[in-house]
């Protein structure tokens, strides 16, 4: 049951099948794989669901099996499906061939001709579904994927803009999308300039911004007023700093730019990774929620813990409840059996 | 080991990945599928090779790991894939839910825009690829996916038309595919005329020729003898028939015009289908097998056996052995346990 | 999306949880168990809300990670949970070792301690609940469960039969419940005669009454109309007429009495039976949809039809589409696969 | 808990791991297999312990991890151990591939130079083994194996003649085994000659005595009637006569002669066999079993009606308790659900 | 085979189902889950069981074939299943979904209205089941199910202590049991004073003595000589130090107070858990199998290693052989692979 | 498709059949194992054709399904099949329990008897099989196996001598081999006598020669001179040094004497091992692929590179690619996901 506080968060990306074998093993060493759904914005969407907000996803999924069963996916958690249109072409996916130790995770995406690149920009009714939202949130993968959707994500940042909806942007750049003709970075530095939260770090800045920073707090604190000046809608930066002794055993800490000071949090050791995919959504998901009730320095522990979570948790999205991350946090870190 | 006699076989087409939840299971059922690698012409080079017979695929399949499984699947049969392209485009593929009894199995295809369909048509060697072969084999699936695939085709007959090699045409007319622009009656038409034996039935003959034959044997000969007055170039057709009691429980016999009269054989009761998918290549497969060793009689008998076998095999591909056929053939249907 | 005509259906029951080996295995013989949530009144919801109404489930589930995935699985196929009660019970479950040939399927129980077993009668919003509801459905296990279930149920159907809602009863009785004190038959008695649609056949009809009318078509007749005369609310019985060969293979057939005449369907032969569990679920589904959409005839025609695709199911619940049904009530029996 | 009545029985054989792909898989199309322990005597074993006798089995198994999974496979039933030896060689194993419909399932041993070949002949202590046992059971396959399997057999048929304990024998001829040097159907025919109960038919006397009888059920009675006059220890003669439509249908009834009198059971039919190994000795368990509880009427329906019941058991032995046999010969085969 | 100088042991506590998805997923993100048999008392006799001791379990078992699976596993080992009851409650059972890194475990239990929970105390007869026994182990969880189950195991340390069979108690206190009305921490100080060897530490201690001793190893001094002047039949007690890094990684010691003198092992890193459940178990068992055969030194340091053990072994119960642990004792610490 | 630089490399050696519990369970804790082939010969051979080497497997297995199997899983990554034999015996097969933590894998072996250890050693066409080759490997496994693979090996390089095939050697002794009657130790010493590259370290030259070196790096290098003193053929000594905190968590770096200088590798620590097996076979593929291609060093690195990646693949054999390997090197062990 949804709290009486519980905010409202538009989530608009797509829906896209995880296929992966088994354990660590390769898609050509086994004959069966596990599936589900996942997507950066909807992973976002699932982590606040869980954590009790009243999520709706906007997407467009096939109108085949698949499809069908993508929806359901969503549904399962209580996340509103009204706004997800279905279309003729397939559903997007990707393969997953799972990493350890020293080596790296390989994924392979089929996406690009997929339902979500095929949505119909003109049919969403951006008005009704953020008439009454606290939070819109998108990422950087959405207008990498095609004009539509580019085109989607651009009328819905004005939409909400008019509507005081406060917009959050994980603006990643990923330079193996962006096949269609646009500019990533021109592109991404557009739409940032819509959005008010910004959850990225260094990396991200230098690639919208063209710039060249270091990756020390002093020069997060820099890139992020930089970033303020040149996208004056930007009030906030949150970024997580990840440490990475091998794909199964990392560090992470957490440091936010609030306009004013540099907040830090602790560092966490991951030991045992069990899902490194969509860690850095757990990250949003959980600076989204504390955005909604908590003050800066709890919503990046908030955020920072959730991630570290998320890393042992299997599947694309954090299941963690609030009083899990909270108790990690309060530095509850044994894994003690709850009984 | 090859046979001294063994033919060489060309099969050109896509190489597609299966996706399918475990037995009579829903997509949306479970977390799980068995995949491996198909595709109508593949599934004919299968079983040729099974069979002894020295098989070359010609398709382009992804660069990429899903790719490099394909590589390996058509590699496993001792097939050989030297004439296999890679490419950016991510692999085409399909799911299957299995259906029973009176519910229908359900495919979903992801193919119009993957690797196959963006084979580079001038950099297949036909030349090189058919100087020595014995048959070159073709379906009415490769011509309806793309442009590429259908000038590729046709290059290949072409080529192999002057070489003096035998080809073997299953120009099933699929309606959901050919949404590249040509219109598929017609170029299914012209390709058929470029060939030498026809394997389909009066469904087929009906959908190329515009014609309208009824299903009866007479009607099956006098559709056959159009055929090959407007297709100079077709010698004989092979055709299977099929009567279904439900998804589970079918009968099939085998008829066939070598271009004087009519053959015909037994019919065989399948009670307990196990994998309807692929029957018709392994009916292809073992007529094609049959057109190298056998008169026309025992070639007709040998393509329905391998095909009622395969409806009792796993998978895409019918992977008996000659002497299962012949055993087979032979009304050896007890099923008795081979120690 | 939910059509404009689609009716509101309240379904109310406990939400259990099915473990059953893979196959036709037996617990003794693995170390693994397939998993989901049943129950007889969900599996009605489920089936009702993939044919497009508006469903919500009533029940009790455990406040633990196993409830909340019972409500996820309620939730993903669009039914409304808002009414789904949490306590500190544990869940109900129950094991199945599937059968087959001549061999019976074996069900265990886990439930009569259970959470829906302790709902709280009293904290149900009947009222708000059923406001705008078409019907109501109930089924025999309910009241045999514990004497909250009962008196829970005892007064939806009065808040039903205030406001107008019409109750669709599947009286079964099932000697090896009613452990809490109560006679189970009288307490079914009860409940029917505030009921209007009987979803049941002469059993049914004898267990209530304390009749023993014979089996025929026209015992059928009589024991309805007997029935009507002693529960003057009901004013429609649907029944269907299992023969079983065995646990494989089995031949199903509709008839109902309208209150006037008897209407039967012509019976379909199942010669593979996927799942036997939750058929007539399946007809109760069909009947209730039929209701709502159709005439009697056309009515009892999907109830049969909707069972006898449920045969071909994984699963307690019928997953089949409008469309599915229509064509196996056209004839379609083929099983020819859906591409 | 044993039964008052319970017989004592003692089981000579191997325990071989059964390796099987999942469904009707191949080996080469699969990456996991399912196993399990069976042999024809332990399944004969098995059957009777779940029947409520107490059994002991003899054999060796490997001294490794292997031979350790399969003594724990025989105490799961209650069955002793005691005197099961382990050595230095490898444990005994098949593999299986489970046929459908008209394909035959396949089978590949890997048995001859195995633990129980090595079996120490010598240190088996028959006398205590065999003091206060009803019945001595074994097969053809045990001295088909090796040397020592042989003599350690003959060793303990003498012993059991001595101790007046009852042996029964399925003499079966495998022509694929007795590759050690002897000739097997003399040596049959010796161990036949120190036996009591001839669980076998036409085909098993005709290979023993190399006589040519046909397979009416007159030529059975004749046939029975030689045998006897040959090997006069032989009382009776239980046979079951199975009819093939293919791997997955098939017909069974019993005849036996008891040395006075032909006696016959109905026929019953089996549409939808889960697992043909082991109803062979599904058969002869139940024709055990009943020598020790029945008269030779019963005896004989009790073993064909278990014969019967084992088709639809996953794995190499019967586990269906007494009454699920007696309601099978009740006429009970419509498979309904027991909850 | 047993040992000449096996010890007998009676276990008496519930047989639970233990239910757990694969890896480390959630129930909500799967539909397959492991299941095998467990509980505190059977895990420490399957543990003595393995190590060549001759063990007796008593319990109750639910009469269906859940039951039926629960001894036949307990039988595997070779363990005593002659005083387990059969009643027509439901087995008790767990579900567990396996933590990893900073996630705890989380479980939930199904158990305090189940067979054990109703064991008829009344018909266990103890006096045969402990006449010729060298030990009887209980521990804390038996007399929180259920007065049954308190009676029961009062009586069975009365009679043990009549027959002069040493009592080992593992006393831990779980307060999310203890709900039938006895209030726990009291009924654990009376049943200690019945028992010889007290398995726990400095916790268990305090919650039964209400104490509030401190961690170190001379708080662990002082706390054990307390409890042995309030529970004058304790002559020694056993405990293990667990430090958490995270639920993956973890250390362990061994510390007792044998009645004169502290004795500590040295420390274990666990830097790879594989199953945390069971390990307490495991310490127990190898403290139970050092009293039979080591002095309390080795008995310490087997007691720990087996713990040790336990943590890389999937399960509930540690299938450690002797060598196994006493190798660990040596130091071999390595991993090497045996052949 | 092959490199006009590849390298032809002959393995000769037995193709086993890997039998393993899923996970880390026991044999006797499940009914289900993952398969595939391997055998530490064919593990090099794999790996070199994945980097893009021709490879030859020499071999010989059943002639049945499951040396189909092997055949099929030799081809999948494009290695020569043509001079596998096959025969009447048993394919050879072990079993593993996957070790964790501080308990060690076991491997139970079953091939003493097998079709390899009968390859027919006249039948082996070693002219036309090393003609054009460039490397031929062999470990101390084969010779140990048989009287027929020991003189199968020995002609094998007499004729690789007499072609001027450079011989590579990986002469572990396996003590628990070598049971048909020569003495392991002086036959490895005859058959280095007869080699090129020595991939082996101090053990293998204390077993070989009767020393007794050290194990420092100072040692490495005069037991290195020592050998080639006495084994005037070798030319190069490449070895890697492994210490073992557990079977999770490893170091490894390398070591080689080329004649004149010893080389060493920096250390690579192995914090989460997936699977332990082959990952000398991946030294010794990566030092091969090295010799044909770059200088001692690289080569040295990349065989220790290749070993490190290896302990993060499933199954026998190096799966990963050039540039994979070559990554490592450069110091990437961050295990950042590839998309």
């Known amino acids: 049951m949804k709290d009486q506080a519980a905010k409202k968060i538009v989530c608009f990306g797509e829906v896209i099948m995880r296929l992966s074998p088994e354990g660590h093993k390769l898609v050509q060493q086994t004959g069966q794989m596990d599936y589900f759904f996942g997507g950066t914005e909807l992973n976002v969407g699932v982590s606040l669901a869980v954590l009790g907000e009243n999520v709706q996803q906007v997407s467009a999924v096939s109108d ?10 969503i549904n399962k958690f209580g ?96 330079s193996n999308l962006w096949k269609y003709g646009r500019e990533g970075r021109s592109v991404l530095k557009e739409l940032v300039q819509l959005s008010h939260i910004f959850i990225g770090g260094v990396n991200e800045i230098n690639e919208i911004l063209g710039t060249d920073f270091g990756y020390s707090d002093d020069d997060f604190s ?95 999205a954090n299941l963690s409840g609030k009083q899990d991350i909270l108790d990690l946090i309060g530095g509850n870190t044994g894994g003690r059996i709850k009984r």
Chains 1, 2, 3, 4, 5, 6 share one sequence.
């Not at 099996?65 to 996916?73: K, P, R």
């Not at 602790?266 to 009730?293: P, Q």
């Open 64 to 73: 085949d099996f698949i499809g069908e069963a993508a929806v359901q996916f």
């Open 79 to 174: 996340i509103q499906t009204g706004h997800v249109q279905r279309n003729q072409h397939p559903n997007g996916l990707y393969f997953l061939e799972v990493g350890a130790d020293v080596r790296p995770s390989r994924i392979s995406y089929n996406r690009l001709n997929a339902a979500f690149a095929n949505i119909d920009a003109n049919a969403i009714a951006w008005k009704e579904i953020l008439k009454d939202a606290d939070f819109f949130h998108w990422t950087g993968i959405t207008p990498a994927i095609s004009e539509n959707a580019y085109q989607a994500l651009k009328k819905g940042l004005e939409v909400a803009n008019e509507l005081g909806v406060t917009i959050t942007a994980d603006p990643a750049y990923r």
């Open 222 to 316: 820099e890139a992020s007023k930089t970033l303020i000046e040149q996208c004056a809608s930007i009030k906030k930066v949150f970024d997580k700093v990840r440490t990475s002794l091998n794909a199964s055993w990392q560090k992470i800490y957490g440091r936010a730019w609030n306009g004013e000071s540099l907040i830090t949090t602790s560092e966490f050791e991951i030991t045992h990774i069990v899902d490194r995919i969509g860690t850095g959504d757990a990250f949003a998901a959980g600076v989204i929620y504390g955005l909604g009730h908590f003050d800066d320095e709890k919503t990046l522990q908030f955020g920072n813990a959730a991630c570290v979570l998320k890393h042992s948790i299997y599947g694309d």
